[in-house]
């Protein structure tokens, strides 16, 4: 009958010590994961997201306080996007001549 064999049945028994040695240290690394996870979620909550909240409110903040910097800012995308339209005019210009 298949299987009756000894060498067969020692080979198996062998073969199952192995896995349940993977099996237990599969199961550890799986633990240490867990805890890293569980520190890193701690840490999370506790430090990085409340100094994110603190950086976006201080960002709004001084936003807010700065009306005259977006229409500065407002006036110098304007001014970029006149320069950049005179190029494109001057490059069209350029490639007219190549022809």
Do not use: H
């Not at 001014?79 to 069209?92: I, N, Q, T």
Request: glycine share 4%; hydrophobic share 45%.
């Amino acid at each position: 009958m298949p299987g009756d064999s000894a060498e067969t049945l020692d080979d198996l028994r062998q073969e199952c010590a192995v896995l349940r040695q993977q099996k237990v240290g599969l199961e550890a690394e799986n633990r240490e994961l867990q805890a890293l996870v569980k520190e890193w979620r701690m840490w999370y909550a506790q430090c990085y997201k409340p100094q994110i909240e603190f950086l976006d409110a201080e960002v709004a903040r001084m936003v807010a306080m700065a009306p005259t910097c977006r229409r500065l800012a407002s006036t110098a995308v304007q001014a970029l996007l006149a320069r950049r339209a005179r190029g494109r005019e001057r490059e069209a210009k350029v490639s007219v001549y190549v022809f």
